[in-house]
Structure formats: structure tokens, C-alpha cells
């Protein structure tokens, strides 16, 4: 794990805004928002602070990548105009889970950053859920869903880091999965805490032209549901629900 440090005197000035502070793009008040204004994610970060596995060291560079995809999320998340995400390339962005063809930023700006990541599988399906819905499904059952930086074995161009992304199942999960269904899972009120793999590779300017990520996610279904208890409501049955057991995928 790389943990070297540069003074914050000469940090300041050889990195970016959004690789020195977690929430600099929400000072971006000429971007074009999703929901008019910047959102708010003072929830989340105090989570985050409450529960992260990680402290580090200011101006080390776990943290300086840790700010750079928080900022990123933030953006593929709430920035409707391309043009005014600055932690990326938009022409030359690609973005890759597991072994699956890559999709640009402007895919990404389209389906959101659930559709992009998430697989089809028997509780959700991307196909099923445009960006509005997917963010729907996933943030009313975990209000605070916080991200930090594990290790960093590499950088930069190329940054190899592995990650935890986790929250608390507050509210019922709701989605529609491979076949169409609805599927319920009552909320457990548990912690969900997924890990994974990202390679990012940055350009002289410190954005992203590239970033892929390995990781299982279905271990979050795994994790939402661990009894396999999910209700699935057949739409074309017109909405006779039906208890069964829906495991997670191996």
C-alpha cells in the first residue's frame, strides 16, 4: 500500500481542486445540476467519517485518489451537461465493469452511474430502470451510501486501488429484476458493505480517461437479502405477489 506524503504547501499547487477536497465540484455553482442546485451530501459524509475502515494521512496518495472518484461520482451522479465534468476526459472516457464492453461518459451521463455498474440479475436489471428509477432503488434504502479507498498499489498515469462502499439498509428495497418483476426485501436495518477493484488511468491534467472496475455485485444482493426471503410481484400477473426464495447469483 502506497502511504507517501507531499507537503500541503506543494500539494495545493501540483494537484487539482478535486483531489485535494472530497466536495470540491459542489462549489461548481455554473454547472447544470440535475435537481437545480448542487446536492447535499453533508449525510453522507458524516457516515463516512463515523464508520470508515481509514484515516489517511493528508496530501498521501489514498487520499488524493479517494477525493478524485468521490468528486467523479458526484458528477456522473448529479452534473447533467458533460461538458462541465471536470474529473474526466468526455472524449476519451471509457468506464468498464468486470469483463463487459466499455461505455463512454455520455452512456454513463444517460443510464447513471447504477445502470453502468450493476448487472442483470433475479433483483435488478438496468434495462428495467432508467437513471431516475435506479437512484430511486438504491438511495431510499441506504440514505448514506459511503465510499472510501482501502489500499493503492500503483500510480499515477495508471492507478490500481481497492475499495469498500457501504451503508445501512434503513428502507425496503425495491426493483425490478431480469424478467420484469418487482422484487421487495423488507429492510434488516444491516450494514451492506461491498469491495472491489478499480484501475484508473489519468491523463497530465490528473482526469480520468479510463476506469476499470472488478467487483461482484451481486454480493450486495447477497448481503440485502441473506435469507432469500424477496417478495417478487409478477407485473404480468397484474400485481398477484408471490413469496419466494430468489438467491443471489454465485
Do not use: M, Y
Given at each position: 500500500m502506497q502511504s507517501s506524503a507531499v507537503d500541503p504547501a506543494e500539494q495545493a499547487s501540483a494537484v487539482p481542486d478535486f483531489m485535494s477536497d472530497p466536495n470540491a465540484v459542489l462549489k461548481d455553482i455554473?454547472?447544470?445540476?440535475?435537481?437545480?442546485?448542487?446536492?447535499?451530501y453533508t449525510r453522507t459524509r458524516k457516515f463516512y467519517s463515523e464508520t470508515r475502515q481509514c484515516n489517511h494521512q493528508a496530501g498521501s496518495?489514498?487520499?488524493?485518489?479517494?477525493?478524485?472518484v468521490k468528486n467523479w461520482e458526484i458528477e456522473a451522479s448529479f452534473k447533467t451537461?458533460?461538458?462541465?465534468?471536470?474529473?474526466?476526459?468526455?472524449?476519451?472516457?471509457?468506464?468498464?465493469?468486470?469483463d463487459s464492453e466499455p461505455c463512454s461518459a455520455e452512456h454513463m451521463l444517460r443510464v447513471g452511474t447504477y445502470n453502468a455498474i450493476v448487472s442483470p440479475c433475479e433483483y435488478y436489471d438496468p434495462n428495467h430502470s432508467?437513471?431516475?428509477?435506479?437512484?430511486?432503488?438504491?438511495?431510499r434504502m441506504m440514505p448514506a451510501f459511503a465510499w472510501e479507498v482501502l489500499e493503492v498499489h500503483s500510480g499515477p498515469p495508471v492507478v490500481s486501488f481497492k475499495w469498500r462502499h457501504w451503508g445501512e439498509m434503513k428502507n425496503d428495497y425495491v426493483g425490478?429484476?431480469?424478467?420484469?418483476?418487482?422484487?421487495?426485501?423488507?429492510?434488516?436495518?444491516?450494514?451492506?458493505?461491498?469491495q472491489g477493484v478499480t484501475v484508473a488511468t489519468l491523463n497530465s491534467n490528473f482526469q480520468v480517461t479510463g476506469l476499470k472496475t472488478y467487483f461482484d455485485s451481486n454480493e450486495m444482493f447477497r448481503q440485502i437479502d441473506p435469507e432469500g426471503i424477496a417478495i417478487r410481484t409478477s407485473i404480468e400477473d397484474k400485481g398477484e405477489e408471490f413469496v419466494a426464495g430468489v438467491k443471489g447469483e454465485a
Open positions: 455554473d454547472a447544470q445540476w440535475r435537481n437545480t442546485n448542487p446536492p447535499d496518495l489514498p487520499e488524493l485518489v479517494e477525493n478524485l451537461r458533460l461538458s462541465d465534468w471536470r474529473t474526466i476526459d468526455p472524449e476519451t472516457f471509457t468506464f468498464t465493469v468486470n432508467d437513471f431516475a428509477a435506479s437512484h430511486k432503488t438504491f438511495k425490478r429484476n431480469s424478467v420484469g418483476e418487482k422484487v421487495t426485501v423488507k429492510a434488516n436495518g444491516q450494514l451492506i458493505d461491498i
